[in-house]
């Protein structure tokens, strides 16, 4: 790995490595693939440094794939959404470790102080998980257990039928968050104190721009319609919310849920986006493109060996096992 990493090869490729959370305390072991834990971060960016990778900016770092001027082992690190742990969590370790860092930041929930409805219904679902939950109460429907994986699948997916037929306000699904904390015995306001899947509001945002760190765009409510106009006001309304809290006007992008279309492209292009980054593995080159660059989404599940193996840019030709 470390002859890969040192190859003329390796030189002309940027690694673009994706988080989304970082624990409060044990969203990691609620969902391994969306949250790392502290330590886990804190090892992988020494590991970089220890090794030798040179860890540059989002615009940096583009400027010089286009430009064939990347430095040894480059990498650049990205978050997506804006959750709230990345200030006390994810920005100190960043901090001790000398990393910038981009966060692709979606701006409906900034303004609102309550948590994001499906994620944290599934958190506190599997906080309960030695109980059961009768939807009696609630909105109507059986008492479920909610020990297996697929009996929680099956009360997020009655609850998210619910909302749609009653076409709920965030306030309205806000309250039926507290409903379903309160009958499976968790604790809604502390969870709310402590702004567990909360997003950063205004004001953090604004202080941790002004400390270095990047915002970008990830369309305003986390959603990528088919169609034209409601896919670039959702893109605009983004910008200009973002605009308003950092003083800078965001360039890059980068899809909600990974969802790309033949048809994005065109409509980020006319809106002035100049990159957008996939949740795809791989290693970007001079030649990718730019509308669809590669990213490793690093989690929990991903072992050292294997973390190490993309940085070298092993895992790009290596064959993968079919699990």
């Given amino acids: 790995m470390r002859a890969v990493a040192r190859s003329d090869w390796r030189r002309q490729r940027l690694l673009i490595l994706c988080y989304h959370g970082v624990s409060l305390e044990d969203e990691h072991l609620w969902n391994p693939t969306l949250y790392v834990d502290p330590a886990t971060l804190d090892a992988r960016l020494a590991l970089m440094r220890r ?30 959404d804006g959750h709230y742990d990345f200030l006390p969590v994810a920005y100190p370790i960043l901090r001790k470790h000398g990393c910038p860092a981009t966060v692709y930041l979606t701006t409906y929930h900034v303004d609102r102080n309550v948590p994001i409805f499906n994620l944290f219904c599934s958190y506190v679902l599997w906080k309960a998980r030695t109980r059961a939950i ?15 994986p697929a009996d929680r699948h099956q009360v997020l997916s009655r609850l998210d039928a619910h909302v749609r037929r009653a076409a709920m306000s965030t306030a309205e699904k806000n309250v039926l968050a507290r409903g379903v904390a309160e009958a499976v015995g968790v604790d809604f306001d502390d969870l709310c104190e402590r702004r567990v899947l909360h997003l950063l509001n205004g004001t953090e945002v604004g202080e941790l721009a002004r400390s270095g760190i990047d915002f970008q765009l990830h369309t305003h409510c986390h959603r990528s319609p088919r169609n034209e106009q409601e896919y670039r006001h959702q893109v605009l309304r ?10 800078r006007t965001p360039e890059h992008f980068c899809y909600p849920s990974g969802v790309t279309a033949p048809e994005f ?59």
């Fill in 51 to 80: 090794e030798g990778y040179s860890v540059l900016a989002f615009d940096a770092a583009i400027s010089a794939l286009n430009d064939g001027t990347l430095p040894d082992r480059a990498v650049t690190i990205t978050f997506d």
């Fill in 238 to 247: 983004n910008r200009e919310r973002i605009e308003t809290l950092v003083g």
């Fill in 265 to 323: 492209i065109g409509w980020l292009a006319a809106e002035g986006v100049l990159t957008g980054v996939t949740c795809e593995p791989g290693l970007a080159h001079r030649q990718s493109n730019r509308y669809l660059l590669p990213r490793l989404l690093d989690h929990c599940g991903l072992s050292t060996l294997e973390f190490e193996g993309w940085l070298s840019g092993v895992s790009t030709i290596a064959p993968r096992r079919a699990y």
């Fill in 134 to 148: 009768d939807l009696r109460a609630i909105m109507g429907g059986p008492r479920i257990d909610l020990a297996r």
